[in-house]
């Protein structure tokens, strides 16, 4: 247990669904960050929200629609995707305001458009 | 932007075979570097991490990790591998200054064959 929480773990969807994936930390940290990690890829950063404000989109198509309410939640929702987009889903959480800080992550979730 | 290479996909060692894990990473600033590693059915976790002092770090379970600044390297060692060494191991950079991005590597899958 990392103190990091996603749901679903596995969630099927077809490509005209709407869903949204949701990450809780209840570590005090401020940083929250999305990667999406594919077979033989590098993980690959899609969002990152510090204290609250997206500060980083590394040009992720706009069917994945970040949202972070509070420090400690963050949510991924999903629309009209590809079954290309199916790959695990994981959320990672740090202190921003120090970079030598681990990342706590997830366990992940594992999507897959059909 | 960082970018983190791993030229190692799968590494085939014997129990007690010494270990090490090739990683560049480019980015013309100072960085901060960490190995993570993921255990089959586990969450990402670190393994170890440089970001001054001795570029020689010593992590968990007996792993270690030098940092050569002229070769823009991180490579992760172990002088004797066990069993419950097999995971998937990821080196990971982020800069000291500007957007606290945390970027992967591709990976590298260790299977220690008893």
């Known amino acids: 247990e990392t103190g990091v929480t996603q749901t679903p773990r596995h969630l099927v969807m077809g490509m005209t669904n709407k869903k949204s994936l949701k990450c809780e930390q209840h570590?005090?940290?401020?940083?929250m960050y999305w990667y999406k990690q594919s077979a033989k890829k590098p993980l690959e950063l899609m969002f990152v929200?510090?204290?609250?404000?997206?500060?980083e989109n590394n040009s992720v198509p706009s069917r994945f629609s970040p949202e972070c309410p509070n420090s400690s939640h963050l949510f991924l929702h999903l629309h009209t995707l590809q079954p290309e987009d199916s790959a695990l889903y994981l959320c990672?959480?740090?202190?921003?305001?120090?970079?030598?800080?681990?990342?706590?992550f997830g366990q992940g979730t594992r999507l897959t458009v059909v | 932007a960082q970018s983190v290479s791993q030229h190692n996909h799968h590494v085939i060692l014997s129990e007690a075979a010494s270990l090490e894990l090739g990683c560049n990473y480019s980015?013309?600033?100072?960085?901060?570097l960490f190995w993570y590693v993921q255990y089959p059915g586990q969450h990402l976790q670190l393994l170890l991490k440089?970001?001054?002092?001795?570029?020689l770090v010593k992590g968990i379970k007996g792993f270690e990790a030098e940092f050569i600044k002229s070769k823009f390297s991180f490579n992760l060692r172990k002088p004797s591998v066990q069993w419950s060494d097999t995971a998937e191991y990821f080196c990971?950079?982020?800069?000291?200054?500007?957007?606290?991005?945390?970027?992967f590597g591709t990976g590298t899958r260790l299977t220690v064959i008893p």
């Open positions: 990672a959480s740090s202190q921003h305001t120090d970079r030598t800080a681990e990342a706590f």
């Open positions: 570590l005090g940290h401020n940083a």
């Open positions: 929200y510090n204290f609250k404000e997206q500060t």
């Open positions: 980015y013309g600033g100072t960085v901060n």
């Open positions: 440089y970001f001054s002092g001795d570029p």
């Open positions: 990971a950079v982020n800069a000291r200054t500007g957007a606290n991005n945390l970027f």
